[in-house]
């Protein structure tokens, strides 16, 4: 009878954790989607012990969600970081390269931008970024980043 009781209070446990794990990331993304940045990474962070000891699944959609906020927030090596390990613990595929795509077209914008300012430098680094995101479809950035980089002086 005891060992009854003590299996249902794990089993009851178990489930509690399971629902917060997802209710923080439910959260997390409402952040996300409402534009709060900042908010969505805290709560992230603050929630990173709970994610942690979850399984594959739920860590792969917090390691996508942190790869959407980075490429929001134009934080991109950390964005691409984020994604590589969404990635490793089996991501969804089609989610994953809808948001490298994302991704490429920020780079690419802010690339744009930061020449259009003179800033060479900084958009021969993210050029380079995207020709190293996909070298196969991208080759044509590398010439791009080396021609910002001439510009910048950086030979």
Partial sequence: MKTKHILTFLLLIFISFGYSQKKELRNANKFYDSGEYLSA????????????????????QVMLLYGKIYT???????????????RELGANENDL????????TALITSAIADNESENFSDAAKKLKI??????????????????SAVNSNDL
Avoid: R, W
């Avoid at 964005?79 to 969404?86: G, L, T, V, Y």
């Avoid at 390269?97 to 490429?104: C, D, P």
């Fill in 97 to 104: 390269n809808s948001e490298i795509n994302k991704l490429e």
């Fill in 72 to 86: 929001s927030t134009e934080d991109f090596e950390l964005a691409i970081k984020s994604f590589n390990n969404s």
């Fill in 41 to 60: 990474l805290d709560l992230l962070e603050t929630s990173k012990s709970l994610f942690d000891s979850s399984d594959d699944k739920i860590k792969s």
């Fill in 130 to 147: 995207v020709y190293d995101i996909n070298p196969e479809n991208n080759a044509l950035y590398l010439y791009y980043a080396a021609s």
